[in-house]
């Protein structure tokens, strides 16, 4: 059987556990012919605990049997799938492939963003990940001259459509955009990662990309009309909290350091998003827009 279709059903699997959260083999069963997975064939149980064990291996995603209840299955650790992790991400990523794979007569009709240049790197990189091999990269910054750098590579990491490697360069960590890299070579020389570096650390105080040496910072933000939906839905950062919520608006904070990714997240939802503290990023965002303001005069 075709690679394409073996993912089409572990990932229809993972869907239907995730949407009915527990299901008998017979309730999975019925579901599984009535979209006809597989031309309206019946998914036995050999296959589906030959899935079962792939779908652990590939996305680490546990599907358990409740013995007591039914003997209804369901996935054990949620968390992997919702939280940024590669496994959500391939999930995620080949759910949309396999959708949109079967809809090529609705190209007209499906509307995708731009993904910039640079991801011809990816393969290279990620193999240097996997061998911990250092990289030699040709890289211009926005209005500057290109050089040379030799890396070593910790982490990749996709923000706004845009693919950024975290590098040890022998004195600092930095952060390079692919869309920037004129070129990518791996080296045989190779580097030891450090066994006290997290890559998912190092950017859990951040929002975005950026990662300076803003200090931390108690933000609270009042939100209006739709925006806290949307905050709900998608909260900015792991440390989001809504503390308060009325007819009109809802108060929601952040313990983050408010770089500037951060405060342009902010400042895009406009006339819906306050922020109340602290009052220096209060008065930075003021400053800003009235900045923004006087070139409107």
Not at 121 to 132: C, D, E, F, P, V
Not at 177 to 195: A, C, N, Q
Not at 233 to 245: D, R
Request: net charge negative.
């Amino acid at each position: 059987m075709k690679p394409a279709r073996i993912f089409q059903q572990y990932i229809w699997i993972v869907n239907a556990l995730r949407q009915y959260k527990r299901l008998s083999l017979e309730q999975l069963n019925e579901l599984w012919v009535k979209d006809q997975v597989i031309g309206g064939e019946p998914l036995n149980r050999k296959s589906f605990l030959r899935h079962k064990d792939a779908i652990l291996n590939m996305f680490g995603i546990v599907i358990e049997c409740d013995l007591e209840h039914g003997y209804k299955y369901y996935i054990s650790n949620p968390e992997v799938i919702n939280d940024d992790t590669i496994e959500g991400w391939m999930l995620s990523t080949l759910t949309v492939n396999t959708v949109l794979s079967d809809s090529i007569s609705l190209r007209n009709r499906i509307l995708l963003e731009n993904v910039p240049a640079g991801e011809e790197y990816l393969q290279t990189i990620i193999l240097a990940l996997k061998t911990n091999r250092r990289l030699t990269i040709t890289y211009q910054r926005f209005g500057c001259e290109s050089y040379e750098a030799t890396l070593s590579p910790y982490a990749l990491k996709l923000f706004r459509q845009r693919w950024y490697l975290l590098a040890y360069t022998g004195r600092y960590i930095a952060i390079y955009s692919l869309d920037r890299m004129l070129s990518v070579e791996i080296s045989d020389k190779t580097f030891v990662m450090p066994e006290d570096f997290s890559p998912a650390d190092f950017f859990a105080e951040y929002y975005g990309i950026t990662a300076d040496n803003t200090p931390m910072a108690h933000v609270v933000v009042r939100a209006y009309g739709n925006v806290p939906n949307y905050l709900r839905t998608l909260p900015l950062h792991a440390s989001q909290k809504e503390i308060e919520h009325t007819e009109e608006y809802a108060v929601f904070t952040y313990d983050i350091r408010p770089t500037v990714d951060f405060i342009l997240e902010l400042m895009s939802y406009t006339e819906g998003l306050e922020v109340l503290e602290p009052i220096e990023l209060r008065n930075k965002i003021r400053e800003t827009l009235q900045a923004s303001l006087e070139r409107y005069k």
